[in-house]
């Protein structure tokens, strides 16, 4: 039997090389046959000084090799079978690795110290998609990231296929957990806090995600129900490890979206590391399939380093540095959408004039200390500085007809609007300047006795923004401006003439200085233990989080926070290999700084934080269907949030209403069922079910704007046995309609429409001409290579018509709103070149 796994024990980095033939699959039923696969494992073996040792044996049943003069081995095992693997060495007791099983092309890192007087058994269960976790976290091989095909492929495109997980923007890297929204989610470079651009407002404007995924060793996420050493977030945590190279490899990746180089290297003497990442990308080919014709110029850019250095085995130095520089200028010319039913088609024709000039650059710089006093204390010490200046220049001017289209397929003004029912002008400007500054010193530490381990943190936030915020909509009908509501002004034009000012239908204007300082800790304690032929694990934690504000034009405001946390877990000695969970806990989040900022511009201070109790039920099913692991993993949730501070979202733009009128539920089903469907690839099937509701000044529960209640995604992986370079991938997913939003000025309880369901399918195909079963001898030009493959993707498969948003013009004679959706892209052509030395 199988046991749960301390996350000590081992620590996990898949390198699969994943394939893929669900294309013929589905087209022409090709007959598949299974291959010979292998795995490989590797690591460092350590005495109990964490010393290197030399000429450790290690064998499994008909395999074996030995370490280096460095503590380095590398060894290679059969996949999808159930192997043992024996560590020996003079004078030293043997340690040894059980019932371990890897999937083809995976990596496995296990790094074992050996004792002179003591037998170290670990009995390791590695599910298609890593180690079986009590704690709730989903685990990702960085290679499936990196080859799943999307328009905006990596951990973003990947995680949306998760359940539970949603966002139906592919031009966007964002997302939304379980009913929360974009701000809620955490996301952790090598246990460093890392933030996206503040005043992006749509997906086209956003370009690079944060994690470059070439550079990503392992990579864990958490739908909810986290510890406490993870930080105030309502929804999730995504946290990311990049690489420590054993050596120099260089990779390389172009596409007509981009391109990118990732570089990596250590030093002779095996101390000194680093890996480094150039990125660019061009969203025009995608932002040209969209509806709305536009001159698009973006640059897209940034450069990422991680450095590491070994003084000694008891103390390592590292550093993080990241630099993103996005531009993004367009000039839109028009657009016509058709909408409306088949008895009254209508189409919205807009004209454009004018341009976007918007700059978004951020500087990131982060210091870590590790230190290792003694084999069970670990201790690290991390400053960190973030810089983030925005900028937002535009005007652009709209003239718009409504109106009703020939639908004669002989006419000559066939798909045409022939009679109006609406023309005006939008006139939208913006000048908006964000200079932000985030300071963090920090400790983390953390005790392991046995099955015990004690874990605590602390750390300062300083964190100073300026805003300057001066944005206008001015709305003309036949040469009338429209007045915003509310303004107290009679209009009589055009019987009489009009004097007044002219005054934007929706404007804001603001200047804002605030500085926050933040000292949160955490502590929390876990324990593995049996108790008859159960095995059981708990972790109990609490963080606490102090806080003040301050600023021009108001009060400083102080607040305190606890938040207390449980993960349980429970492994019967049953044959059939089950796991039950249970997390509870108070998740509250602080207001930063734009959940500060009203609908006007103005800061509001006093928003308190937003709490969210969370109570999760969980069970993980491992089996072998065909001789080959899987693994069905289903969670019951149920969140409570109080003093909500509600928001609106248009495309990827929040904005708060800045205060905590409200509560709100969310409650729902995931599923997920993973595994080797075909043998040495990684494929599954998840399925959700949510629903979320808010009730603001007890008006009644309406539904929230990431109320998406059933998706269902697919990953599948597959490749040709007569063809094995030939790999293909597809993920399809299927999500019921969000909310559609409402009108400016509108009260969203009047405006509960849907938008209609989102159905997307991306496709990938690669040739494999070198890879580490595709070697040519030396002298030849692809020696010198050790992977290279070229491929294409089709994204949006089907070509179908998703929105993310809806425009809503008025109909001037009946006065009636109408909903006009804004499309996402169309289908895309993409090739792509891979390459490695």
């Not at 030399?54 to 503590?71: K, L």
């Not at 060793?217 to 050493?229: I, P, V």
């Not at 008025?810 to 390459?835: C, E, G, H, W, Y």
Request: hydrophobic share 35%.
């Amino acid at each position: 039997m199988r046991g749960i796994q301390l996350p000590l024990t081992v620590v996990s980095s898949e390198d699969k090389l994943l394939t893929n033939r669900i294309l013929f699959w589905l087209l022409f039923c090709l007959p598949f046959s299974v291959l010979a696969h292998k795995a490989i494992i590797t690591g460092i073996v350590l005495d109990e000084n964490q010393r290197p040792l030399i000429n450790v044996n290690i064998s499994t049943n008909n395999q074996g090799t030995a370490t280096d003069e460095t503590g380095f081995y590398l060894l290679e095992i059969t996949s999808d079978t159930e192997v043992t693997i024996r560590f020996t060495h003079l004078g030293h007791e043997d340690v040894v690795l059980e019932n371990l099983i890897l999937t083809t092309n995976e990596t496995f890192v296990f790094n074992p110290v050996m004792k002179a007087n003591s037998l170290q058994i670990d009995e390791v269960v590695v599910t298609p998609t890593g180690e079986k976790s009590i704690q709730g976290i989903i685990t990702l091989s960085p290679e499936t990231v990196k080859k799943i095909p999307g328009a905006n492929a990596g951990i973003a495109n990947v995680l949306k296929l998760l359940p539970g997980v949603s966002s139906n923007n592919e031009l966007s890297t964002q997302y939304a957990v379980r009913g929360g929204n974009y701000d809620e989610n955490l996301i952790y470079i090598n246990g460093i806090e890392v933030y996206r651009p503040f005043l992006v407002r749509s997906g086209q404007q956003e370009g690079l995600g944060v994690v470059n995924s070439n550079m990503v060793s392992d990579l864990s996420f958490s739908a909810g129900g986290f510890q406490a050493r993870y930080g105030d977030r309502l929804s999730s945590v995504l946290d990311i490890t990049y690489k420590s190279p054993a050596s120099f490899g260089l990779q390389l990746e172009a596409s007509l979206l981009g391109a990118s180089a990732t570089i990596e290297s250590r030093s002779k003497d095996k101390k000194f590391s680093q890996i480094t990442g150039l990125r660019f990308r061009d969203n025009s080919l995608l932002v040209n399939s969209q509806q709305t014709q536009s001159n698009y110029n973006p640059s897209f850019i940034d450069m990422q380093s991680y450095l590491s250095y070994k003084f000694t085995e008891k103390f390592h130095l590292n550093f993080l540095g990241t630099v993103a520089i996005n531009n993004y200028r367009n000039e839109p010319l028009s657009r016509q959408t058709n909408f409306g039913t088949l008895d009254q088609p209508l189409a919205l024709v807009v004209f454009f004039q004018g341009n976007e000039q918007n700059k978004y650059s951020t500087v990131q710089g982060a210091v870590k200390a590790d230190l290792f006093p003694s084999d069970s204390l670990q201790l690290n010490f991390t400053a960190s500085a973030y810089h983030a200046l925005e900028e937002e220049f535009s005007d652009v001017i709209a003239q718009y007809e409504l109106g009703e289209i020939d639908t004669d397929l002989g006419s000559d003004t066939f798909g045409q609007v022939t009679s109006s029912r609406g023309i005006g002008t939008q006139f939208n400007r913006a000048r908006n300047i964000l200079d932000a500054l985030v300071l963090k010193l920090g400790h983390q530490g953390k005790l392991s006795r046995e099955n015990k381990e004690l874990s605590w943190g602390l750390q300062y936030q300083f964190e100073d923004f300026r805003d300057q915020l001066n944005e206008s909509e001015f709305l003309d009908s036949l040469g009338v401006f429209i007045r915003p509501p509310g303004s107290g002004i009679t209009n009589n034009e055009p019987e009489e003439p009009f004097n007044g000012p002219i005054l934007p239908f929706e404007g804001v204007n603001a200047q804002n200085n605030s500085q926050t300082h933040r000292v949160m800790t955490y502590g929390q304690f876990s324990n593995q233990s049996r108790w008859k032929d159960t095995e059981i694990y708990y972790n109990i934690g609490l963080r606490a989080q102090y806080w003040s504000s301050s600023g021009e034009g108001f009060r400083t405001t102080q607040q305190f926070i606890l938040s207390p946390r449980l993960q349980f877990g429970l492994k019967p000695d049953w044959k059939r290999d089950m796991l039950f969970r249970l997390a509870a806990g108070l998740y509250q989040q602080p207001p930063f700084y734009r959940e500060l900022r009203a609908p006007t511009g103005i800061l509001q201070p006093e928003v308190r934080a937003q709490k969210s109790f969370h109570i999760i039920l969980g069970n993980e099913y491992s089996f072998r269907l065909w001789n080959r692991p899987f693994n069905l993993s289903s969670e019951a949730y149920y969140k409570f949030l109080s003093d909500v501070n509600v928001y609106t979202l248009e495309d990827v733009r929040i904005r708060y209403a800045a205060n905590n009128d409200a509560k709100a539920f969310a409650y729902g089903l995931d599923f997920r069922l993973n595994g080797a469907f075909v043998p040495g690839t990684e494929s599954w099937l998840s399925l959700g079910f949510l629903r979320t509701e808010e009730n603001q000044n007890n008006r009644g529960y309406i539904s929230r704007p990431s109320d998406q209640r059933f998706k269902a995604a697919i990953l599948f992986q597959d490749y040709i046995p007569d063809l094995p370079n030939f790999r293909m991938y597809l993920n399809l997913v299927y999500s019921t309609g969000l909310p559609g939003g409402s009108p400016s000025y509108a009260d969203p309880y009047n405006f509960q429409n849907r938008l209609r369901d989102y159905r997307r399918a991306d496709l990938g195909i690669s040739h494999i001409f070198v890879d580490e079963n595709n070697t040519y001898p030396k002298g030849h030009w692809l020696s010198g290579i050790e992977n290279l493959n070229v491929g294409f993707e089709i994204y949006n498969l089907f070509n179908n018509q998703n929105s993310i948003t809806n425009t809503w013009v008025r109909d001037v004679d009946s006065k009636q709103q109408f909903a006009v959706p804004n499309f996402m892209t169309s289908r895309v052509f993409n090739v792509i070149l891979r390459m490695r030395f």
